[in-house]
């Protein structure tokens, strides 16, 4: 068997390539003085700089994180570059959009003018780290729903993130929270007004272009009461041979019997296949809140790049009857390694969570669930079902599940599932043998074992997450 | 359309076929039977070019070597074999995984591929064959399926791949003499003057039904008798001592 697979662990990044851009990018480093340029290259009211200078001392107190069982170089932040933009900016339409840039989006499969027009999906673009076009907008407003880039919404409203920003992730939250709240350059935003269900899926994509430039992208989404929002995010990378940082933070705050949907398919740069070298380190921190009754915060990922993920999309439930849901698939192949999971924080009374997890390893990636379920005291009432399943492609790879339970009130039902297994060889020779490849037959498997996870998804992202298993599990087994 | 020559095999150094002559030509059933351990399920996976075997010999198929090429090239070129313990796979529906490899046919055919419609008219055709309800589509492949569904699973896999050659690996074990009939006839509907099929089994139960037109006594990985459906009688009769000297 492990032959066989060996010989099949083996598959190029697809998505790599460099568009060739001017950029304006500040020079390597981090002081207050780099953090004083962005805010003002991004124009920014007072209270913001203030925010990321609190945010930046909060840093320089903190440590970086080493309880993740994840193994990388030390990395130098001095060595990045926290600013990068590309200089064409505030573009009305595509046609001001350089054509370069297009082109990327169609290498990557993604043409923006077919999206506007065929899929009925709107696209705020994140290239690098400015914003360069927003599609929808309209039809958007005429709901009264916003949705821009970020550093748009800090100048129309600058009211709204006031409020909110900071509320779900605080900056003292971790040392990378920290350090994005301090040098963060763009990312969404998205408030749905009262009693609105937002007519579209909402979709970024986001790309990592320049060298050495960390990208620092911070999302804020805010569903008020009744609402209903389903934001896509998807993402690939160049191919690169430096170390990438991604400190990316996302608040979600849900109120009264509002929902969020935030999926998420994940594909940045994994490093060289043969030696792990130059893929992304991503350490994200994604949080939602519920914060009043009958809210309901659900998180799907499909993560299938990076060298390194550190990642925990969670929800605190501190509406009652709120419900806090987690379905996620992670594969790491060759050298990559992941430590993901959740954290559900049941404050409210009656609140449900549901996690689903499905962690896939091949070659010799390393993968580990950490889980976190939380029931307070006053969460009576409180219940979790939590299934985490391992496959394991190859005897190189590893799979470790760490679950940690803390029940404070007697009320509560908590229910915990786990599974590990392995293709078998018997189950390759039996899909050869009614003529379907060994590469099919393990995508067939795979996509079996996700399906769960995958029909929580929209439909055109299913679709895109399978044929991404397939592109990045290529030759796990030959 | 088959033809096997002086095929020997080991595992690990042990013999297991020792010098197999057999001619299958179009239209006609064999039956190969034999006491556990003769090396009729080697056979079997030699032919549809299971791995972990030494070979020596030859086999062809429509007058190309098989050996050397994978399962998959096999099952495409037409081999199917009917395993003796179908494969559980779990997750992975039943109806998705015969549309798999019936495209997966079509296109090394050159011929277009069925959408999900086409296919799910013709795989509820195909299921009435065999006796199955419909809603073993919707279930994951062989997963918890008894030994008689599981084997008549293969059976549906086989009407609806339609190969020109089938290894039937002691389809009728385990099956009670219902399923038995209703695995017969599928072969039956299966067999025509284009196909070939190669039966293993232990009992001439089966064969009352499916009429082989010749019938194999397999011993210690040789043929030693050859003969018709009256071969299969007496082996059952009498058992295959006699046929050691």
């Known amino acids: ?134 599609t929808f907008k309209d039809e958007l407003e005429k709901h009264g729903v916003i949705f821009c880039p970020f550093s748009e919404a800090v100048q129309s409203h600058p009211e709204l993130i006031k409020k909110y920003l900071g509320t779900v992730v605080p900056h003292t939250d971790n040392y990378f929270a920290a350090l994005n709240s301090a040098v963060f350059t763009d990312g969404s935003f998205v408030y749905i007004p009262k009693g609105v269900r937002c007519p579209m899926e909402l979709s970024t994509y986001f790309r990592i272009n320049a060298a050495k430039t960390g990208q620092f992208e911070r999302t804020l989404i805010i569903a008020d009461e009744g609402s209903y929002v389903s934001y896509l995010e998807g993402c690939t990378a160049p191919m690169r041979d430096e170390n990438q940082l991604h400190a990316a933070v996302v608040e979600l705050v849900a109120h009264e019997d509002a929902t969020i949907k935030y999926s998420t398919v994940q594909n940045w740069y994994p490093g060289d296949p043969k030696t792990g070298k130059g893929g992304i380190y991503n350490f994200v921190t994604k949080r939602g809140a519920c914060l009043e009754e009958n809210s309901k915060i659900s998180w799907t990922q499909v993560e299938t790049g990076s060298a390194i993920t550190w990642k925990y999309p969670s929800c605190i439930l501190k509406g009652d009857n709120s419900v806090g849901e987690f379905y996620s698939v992670a594969l790491t192949n060759n050298f990559q390694q992941a430590d993901t999971g959740t954290k559900m924080v049941h404050l409210g009374k009656n609140t449900k969570s549901t996690i689903i997890s499905k962690g896939i390893s091949a070659g010799k990636g390393q993968q580990t669930y950490r889980g976190g379920v939380k029931i307070m005291k006053n969460a009576d009432n409180a219940r979790n079902y939590s299934q985490c399943d391992s496959m394991l492609i190859g005897e190189q790879c590893g799979a470790h599940t760490f679950p940690y339970i803390d029940v404070r009130n007697p009320s509560a039902q908590m229910e915990h599932e786990a599974s590990t297994s392995s293709i078998g060889e018997d189950q390759i020779y039996y899909c050869n043998q009614r003529g379907i490849s060994t590469e099919d037959a393990v995508s067939l498997i795979v996509n079996g074992f996700c399906k769960e996870v995958f029909k929580e998804l929209p439909m055109e992202f299913a679709v895109e997450a399978q044929k991404l298993m397939e592109v990045s599990l290529e030759g796990a087994v030959g | 359309m088959l033809e096997i020559k002086n095929l020997h095999v080991s595992i690990d150094n042990k013999k297991i076929l020792k010098g197999i002559n057999l001619t299958i030509i179009s239209g006609e059933l064999h039956a190969i039977m034999g006491r556990n351990g003769s090396g009729k399920s080697t056979l079997s996976h030699v032919i549809a070019g299971k791995e972990g075997y030494e070979i020596e010999g030859e086999i062809l198929f429509n007058g190309e070597s098989l050996l050397g090429k994978s399962p998959e090239e096999r099952a495409l070129a037409g081999i199917f074999m009917s395993f003796q313990y179908p494969v559980v796979i779990s997750g992975v529906n039943n109806t998705y995984f015969l549309k798999a490899a019936l495209n997966a046919k079509l296109k090394a055919n050159g011929q277009p591929e069925l959408d999900a419609m086409d296919f799910l008219s013709l795989i509820k055709e195909k299921i009435k064959l065999v006796g199955m309800d419909e809603s073993y589509l919707s279930r994951n492949v062989n997963d918890g399926f008894s030994g008689g569904e599981k084997k008549q699973n293969e059976i549906l896999q086989l009407l609806t791949l339609e190969p020109t050659f089938a290894i039937l690996d002691e389809t009728d074990s385990g099956l009670d003499i219902d399923a038995l009939k209703i695995i017969a006839n599928g072969v039956n509907q299966y067999r025509n003057s284009e196909r070939g099929i190669l039966a293993i089994t232990h009992y001439q139960r089966l064969l009352d039904y499916m009429k082989p037109d010749v019938v194999h006594a397999m011993i210690d990985g040789k043929i030693v008798k050859t003969g018709d459906m009256s071969l299969a009688k007496e082996l059952e009769k009498k058992g295959y001592s006699w046929l050691i000297d």
């Open chain 1, 1 to 134: 068997m492990s032959k066989i697979i060996e010989k099949a662990i083996d598959q190029e990044y697809k998505y790599g390539f460099v568009t060739d851009i001017e950029q304006d990018t500040l020079p390597p480093g981090l002081n207050e003085d780099v953090i004083r340029a962005i805010s003002e290259i991004k124009n920014e009211p007072e209270f913001m700089l203030k925010w990321r200078l609190k945010s930046y001392r909060q840093w320089l107190k903190m440590e970086e994180p080493t309880w993740a069982k994840v193994d990388y170089p030390p990395i130098d932040y001095q060595a990045i570059s926290y600013y990068s933009a590309p200089k064409k900016k505030e573009l009305n339409s595509l046609d001001e959009v350089d054509p370069e840039l297009l082109d990327t989006y169609t290498k990557l499969g993604i043409p923006l003018e077919e999206q506007k027009m065929l899929s009925g999906v709107a696209v705020d673009a994140v290239f690098d780290s400015v914003s360069v076009a927003t």
